[in-house]
C-alpha cells in the first residue's frame, strides 16, 4: 500500500513540475531560431575568434572542429527514471538539478583533460576504456561515484534538502567531497572562498613530499548585486582563454548553465535543461548502451550576452601539475587580476584567521540512501570498488557577503 502511495505521489510531483516548467529548452536559444533552416545559429557566421575551454578557432574555417570540440565535452542535463530519491522519492530532477548537472559538467570536463587530454575528442563509435570509466561515475544509477543521488545526498550535509536548488559554492563544497571517495579520478578539489585563493591551503591539499595531486580549483564569485558589473567581463573572458579553464559553473538568473567558451561578447554555453531518460551506458557492448552514449554529447553549444549572466558564478582551473599551477598563477596575477578594480579575485598566501570557511562543517563518510522497498535495486548503497568496475567491463565576496545561493531551475 505504502509503494503505492508513493508511486502515486512521484507521478503528481513530475506531472506538476511538468505543469510549472513547461516544455524543456532544448538549447532553444541555439537551434530554436534556426526551424526552417537546417541549420543551427551556435557560432555567428563571422571571420571571427571563438574560444572553447582554452583554446582559439576562427568561425569561419574551423567550424566543424569548433562543434567537435564541444560535442567531445560531457553534456549533463536532467534526468527520469532513475530510483526515487529522498524521502518524497523523486524519479526526476527535473526543475531542481541544473546546478548539480553543470558540477557533473565541470567535474567531467577536469576528468576528461586529466585522463585523456585535451586533444581528445569524441566519436560515437569510441569504446576506450579510459573515457567509459569517466562517463560510467555520471550515471544515474546508485553505484556511481557522481550520480545525481551522490550528489543530491551529500549535499544534504549542507542543510540542502533533496529537490532544494543550490548554488555554484554549494555544488563545488559537494563535488570536493565526492572525489576523496573515488581513487581512480586522481583528482582533488579545492574551493576558494572569500573570492582568495590561499596559497598554503591549495599547496597542504596538493602536496604529498614531491608528488603533486592533480587540483580542480573552483573559485565562487560574486559579481554584482542583481546583474553582473560589466568592469568583469574582460576578466572572465581572458580566464576561459587560459589553457588551464574548465569553464565556469553559472547561469542567467533562474537557470543553471555550463559556461566553456566565448565568441565576441557572448558566453558559450551547455543547456542542462533537456529531459533524457535514465539508463547505462556500460561498455558500450549493446545498440541500446551506444545510444545512451550519445545522449552525454551535444554538437551545438548555446549562446548568451555576457551581460545577461547571473552575478553568481564560479570559475573553474585544472592544474594537472606543480609547474602548471605556478604557470596559471603567472597568468592570473598578469593578466586577469589587474583587468579590472577590484580585481576578480585575489591571491594570497596565508588564510585570515577569521574567515568562516567550509572546514568547519561536519561531513558524512558517504550519504545514505534509502531505498525503497520491493524494488531490483533496492540493496544497501556502497561505492563501487575500482576493481568491481573494472571487472564490470560552491564562496564569499570582498565585501564580506556570501555569493548568492539565488534558486535556480
Not at 516548467?21 to 551556435?42: F, K, N
Not at 571571427?48 to 570540440?69: C, H
Not at 574567515?355 to 533496492?378: F, H, K, N, R, V
Request: charge should be negative.
Amino acid at each position: 500500500m505504502l509503494v503505492i502511495l508513493a508511486d502515486q505521489l512521484t507521478r503528481i510531483m513530475e506531472s506538476v513540475f511538468e505543469a510549472y516548467l513547461g516544455p524543456d529548452s532544448v538549447l532553444a536559444s541555439a537551434v530554436g531560431q534556426a526551424v526552417g533552416s537546417g541549420e543551427p545559429e551556435d557560432i555567428p557566421k563571422r571571420n571571427t575568434d571563438v574560444w572553447v575551454l582554452g583554446r582559439r578557432y576562427n568561425a569561419i574555417q574551423e567550424l566543424e572542429v569548433i562543434r567537435r570540440d564541444i560535442q567531445s565535452r560531457l553534456w549533463c542535463t536532467y534526468r527520469h527514471g532513475f530510483m526515487p530519491l529522498g524521502e518524497v522519492q523523486l524519479t526526476t530532477d527535473r526543475g531542481w538539478g541544473c546546478m548539480l548537472r553543470c558540477g557533473q559538467m565541470v567535474l567531467a570536463q577536469a576528468l576528461i583533460d586529466l585522463h585523456l587530454g585535451r586533444d581528445w575528442f569524441w566519436t560515437p563509435e569510441c569504446q576506450d576504456a579510459t573515457y567509459l570509466k569517466i562517463v560510467n561515475r555520471f550515471e544515474d544509477v546508485r553505484k556511481s561515484y557522481y550520480s545525481i543521488h551522490q550528489i543530491a545526498l551529500m549535499g544534504e550535509s549542507q542543510n540542502k534538502a533533496v529537490g532544494e536548488w543550490l548554488g555554484p559554492n554549494t555544488v563545488a563544497q559537494i563535488l570536493k567531497k565526492l572525489v576523496l571517495f573515488d581513487d581512480w579520478c586522481s583528482l582533488v578539489v579545492h574551493v576558494a572562498m572569500d573570492s582568495t585563493v590561499v596559497l598554503d591551503d591549495v599547496y597542504s591539499l596538493c602536496l604529498e613530499g614531491d608528488a603533486w595531486k592533480p587540483l580542480l580549483l573552483i573559485i565562487p564569485l560574486r559579481l554584482g548585486i542583481s546583474d553582473i558589473n560589466p568592469i568583469y567581463i574582460p576578466a572572465l573572458k581572458r580566464c576561459l582563454e587560459l589553457d588551464s579553464s574548465c569553464g565556469m559553473i553559472g547561469g542567467r538568473p533562474n537557470q543553471a548553465l555550463y559556461f566553456l567558451g566565448y565568441v565576441e561578447d557572448e558566453v558559450l554555453y551547455l543547456d542542462p535543461h533537456t529531459t533524457q531518460k535514465t539508463g547505462v551506458v556500460g561498455q558500450k557492448t549493446s545498440s541500446g548502451e551506444q545510444e545512451h552514449d550519445e545522449t552525454y554529447h551535444q554538437k551545438h553549444a548555446a549562446r548568451l550576452s555576457f551581460s545577461a549572466m547571473d552575478p553568481s558564478l564560479a570559475v573553474c582551473f585544472l592544474c594537472k601539475t606543480s609547474d602548471s599551477f605556478q604557470q596559471l598563477l603567472d597568468k592570473l596575477r598578469q593578466e586577469v587580476l589587474g583587468m579590472c578594480s577590484p580585481a576578480l579575485f585575489e591571491i594570497s598566501q596565508t588564510r585570515a584567521v577569521d574567515w568562516d570557511t567550509a572546514e568547519d562543517i561536519e561531513w558524512p563518510t558517504m550519504p545514505d540512501i534509502d531505498w525503497p522497498a520491493g524494488t531490483s535495486d533496492s540493496d544497501s548503497f556502497a561505492i563501487v570498488e575500482e576493481s568491481v568496475r573494472d571487472g564490470d567491463a560552491a564562496g564569499t565576496s570582498s565585501s564580506g557577503s556570501k555569493p548568492s545561493e539565488r534558486a535556480v531551475v
